[in-house]
């Protein structure tokens, strides 16, 4: 996999329909305990709601999952953990908490507002295309710094930290498939004065390296 889709950050979405207020809330997660964390802070939260529906899929392991935590059967939990999938997600949950207005909305009403909170708290947060980085180092004297800034802007690299010792050390994500063409530019531009070390490969949001 070269890359997949998440969403940005943690968001909310209140939503309400005949007097039942629906919240949504979604979170990127990285493992099945993040995503039990989430659902059990949002209960504590949401103190006197009636329902915590909850979908969440992970990546690792291709593991999916939902309640309807009291709803009727394929009402709420089903059609949230069917949002995630219609936008490609994964590694992330979406929690939507339900306190009842009084009055019953029926299946295809449940389905409906599970749907929208769900997918509006999904565009609040924004979806992150994530791509296979470098976690990249390099060293340069003072007086190359901004040069040496420039030449990896110019190649599609982010610089991510920047360190002022006896030498300033750079360090950069750049996308995989980009690497030997900043390695070359690099050494060319700042005349074989630099040397790039890979530190790691990462995944990293393809709008913060591009």
Same mark, same amino acid.
């Given at each position: 996999?070269?890359?997949? $889709? ?112 769900? $997918? ?91």
């Amino acid at each position: 996999m070269s890359e997949y $889709k998440t969403v940005k950050k943690q968001a909310f979405f209140e939503y309400e329909d005949r007097r039942s207020r629906f919240i949504g809330a979604v979170i990127p997660i990285k493992t099945e305990a993040e995503a039990i964390e989430f659902i059990n802070r949002r209960r504590s939260e949401t103190f006197g709601a009636r329902h915590n529906v909850y979908a969440y899929i992970l990546r690792e392991g291709n593991i999916a999952r939902y309640s309807d935590d009291g709803e009727p059967h394929s009402t709420a939990g089903m059609p949230t953990l069917d949002v995630i999938k219609k936008n490609g997600l994964v590694d992330v949950c979406v929690v939507t908490t339900r306190y009842f207005g009084g009055i019953l909305l029926g299946t295809g009403g449940l389905v409906h507002a599970y749907t929208t909170a769900a $997918k509006m708290a999904i565009e609040t947060a924004g979806i992150a295309v994530m791509k296979r980085c470098f976690l990249c180092s390099v060293n340069c004297e003072y007086t190359d710094h901004k040069r040496l800034e420039q030449v990896l802007c110019d190649n599609k690299a982010k610089v991510v930290d920047t360190e002022y010792t006896d030498k300033v050390t750079l360090k950069f994500t750049v996308p995989e498939p980009l690497y030997d063409t900043l390695l070359e530019n690099t050494v060319d531009a700042m005349y074989g004065k630099v040397s790039v070390e890979i530190l790691e490969s990462i995944w990293a949001d393809s709008a913060e390296v591009e």
